[in-house]
């Protein structure tokens, strides 16, 4: 089993109809490791606030965050360090009953992510933030003040037009 970077587990039975708060922060060694999982040279930090709550009669877990982060990221156009920050909030919803007793899952764009199966009764928020930490970053970081300007397309050649008597004097050595 991996043990991701950043993992904080919680027992579901610690889970319970009244919402349940968390407020957790990478440590050193973490945010090391989580840069390299996110291919950046800095993670200087990472938190998250997290509440877990049972729905639904108690058969789902809704775990709503927020996750916010200092960041050190590569310019793309000129790869540079760039320091850029995320702040992003997000939801997850987890299932108690196990991926068999849902049978075959269809996944239609439109509509909600299906439930995530609980793991050996643990939920790891820690990993969730990591998770959506990594969508939430900008994907085109650039330094302030550099613009990408894309160079010239080479003109396009200009096929030569066959001179029409050519043509004709090659038909000609033909018949």
Excluded: W
Aim: with cysteine.
């Amino acid at each position: 089993m991996i043990v991701p970077e950043f993992s904080r587990l919680i027992a579901v039975d610690r889970v319970g109809l009244k919402e349940k708060s968390f407020a957790i922060e990478a440590e050193a060694k973490e945010l090391k490791a989580l840069a390299a999982r996110l291919g950046i040279p800095e993670a200087k930090s990472v938190k998250a606030d997290i509440t877990l709550k049972l729905i639904r009669g108690g058969s789902i877990i809704l775990l709503k965050g927020r996750v916010q982060a200092a960041l050190v990221q590569n310019c793309v156009v000129t790869l540079d360090p760039v320091e850029t920050s995320v702040d992003e909030e997000f939801s997850l919803t987890y299932s108690m009953e196990s991926e068999r007793d849902h049978g075959e899952v269809v996944i239609d764009m439109a509509e909600e992510d299906p439930p995530e199966p609980v793991e050996n009764g643990q939920i790891d928020i820690g990993e969730a933030a990591a998770e959506h930490l990594a969508l939430a970053m900008d994907p085109f970081p650039r330094a302030p003040g550099v613009t990408f300007e894309a160079p010239p397309e080479p003109p396009a050649e200009q096929p030569q037009k066959a001179n029409p008597f050519e043509v004709l004097a090659e038909h000609r050595k033909k018949v």
